[in-house]
């Protein structure tokens, strides 16, 4: 299996700028999670999706993100305008279910944001 | 609310050490708990888990218990090797309404040959 395959790996960007990661989930995989890492934060959850529906945005930081799940095989994180403290590591991960009864939740690579 | 707390790093061991990683949750219920590691330049992968008390989850030498009398998943390895050096999270999840994972801070583990 490929395993979830985020696109850009890497990407320098001007504040303001229109910024958009991308994220392909492992086929079959009915979950699928929008991480955040920081050196001050750690670990953040974004926003999950269950089957293509949003479920849980409440850790999306404002109104300048937003996250779609068009189909079961692509999602995007979209930040705009971007700022400077946007920089971050961002982690698409999919899950066959959810966390209960210790399903493991595969990460992709992740997509290293640097805001200028 | 439900979290987990990690012994800061970062930890420094030599090539053969015992490893110890400590890790305590706060949690309702009953949860799963999880460590994932994360190499370099890479994403996390799920390195041990498990599912209700008692248990204990192991994955190329690593071992962790859960412990429902002390609220504990402590991380551990007879014997480390430089291949190991990398950061560690424990996690919680829940499932359900709050159907995600919550994540401790991380703990570097250095191994010097």
């Known amino acids: 299996d490929a395993g979830v395959i985020q696109s850009p790996r890497h990407e320098v960007t001007e504040m303001g700028q229109e910024v958009t990661l991308r994220c392909k989930p492992i086929?079959?995989?009915?979950?699928l999670f929008w991480y955040r890492q920081t050196m001050m934060r750690g670990l953040e959850l974004l926003i999950y999706?269950?089957?293509?529906?949003?479920?849980?945005d409440s850790g999306m930081p404002e109104d300048r993100f937003s996250a779609k799940m068009p189909n079961a095989s692509f999602s995007t994180l979209k930040i705009q305008p971007s700022e400077p403290r946007d920089s971050a590591v961002y982690f698409c991960?999919?899950?066959?279910?959810?966390?209960?009864?210790?399903?493991?939740?595969?990460f992709g690579e992740g997509s290293w944001l640097t805001v200028v | 609310g439900n979290s987990v707390t990690q012994m800061e790093g970062p930890v420094t061991l030599s090539e053969e050490a015992f490893l110890t990683i400590n890790c305590t949750y706060t949690?309702?219920?009953?949860?799963?708990l999880f460590w994932y590691v994360q190499y370099p330049g890479e994403g996390l992968q799920l390195l041990l888990k498990?599912?209700?008390?008692?248990d204990k989850g192991s994955n190329k030498g690593f071992e962790a218990t859960y412990r429902k009398e002390t609220t504990s998943f402590h991380l551990e390895k007879g014997s480390v090797q430089v291949s190991d050096s990398a950061v560690y999270f424990c996690a919680l999840g829940y499932g359900g309404a709050t159907n995600k994972l919550i994540f401790g801070t991380g703990t570097l583990l250095a191994v010097q040959p």
């Open positions: 949690a309702t219920g009953y949860p799963s």
């Open positions: 999706f269950n089957n293509n529906v949003p479920i849980d």
């Open positions: 991960a999919s899950s066959l279910a959810g966390t209960s009864s210790g399903n493991t939740i595969y």
């Open positions: 086929s079959g995989h009915d979950y």
């Open positions: 498990a599912t209700k008390a008692d």
